[in-house]
Nanobody, 124 residues
């Protein structure tokens, strides 16, 4: 199983980016997918999650109303649309997959596979 995260880059405050997480070796429609981020000197934190069975979505309070998670089962991919970006959104973003989702979407222990990370820098 491999997860490939992409779409990061440098963007000005207020701008937008769309991150992609492409999977190989596993079908995403049977898995819960989470996005995490880790800023320098900080712990990895959950940003968003989409479940497999019913597509329920979860968001950290810090990104609600600005970020949107979605999945395209035909492309075996999950996306994170990030709007109104702020400097505090700067971090390495990771996608992660849970094969037996237990409901703890913000816990790194919930996830079995991780992508390599993509850097998002929000700066003027």
């Amino acid at each position: 199983v491999q997860l490939q995260a992409s779409g990061g880059g440098l963007v000005q405050p207020g701008g937008s980016l769309r991150l992609s997480c492409a999977a190989s070796g596993i079908t995403l429609d049977y898995s819960a997918i989470g996005w995490f981020r880790q800023a320098p000197g900080k712990e990895r934190e959950g940003v968003s999650c989409i479940t497999s069975s019913d597509g329920v979505t979860y968001y950290a309070d810090s990104v609600k109303g600005r970020f949107t998670i979605s999945r395209d089962n035909a492309k075996n991919a999950v996306y994170l649309q990030m709007n109104s970006l702020k400097p505090e959104d700067t971090a390495v973003y990771y996608c992660a997959l849970s094969t037996l989702y237990g409901g703890r979407w913000t816990s790194v222990d919930e996830y079995d596979y991780w992508g390599q990370g993509t850097l998002v820098t929000v700066s003027s």
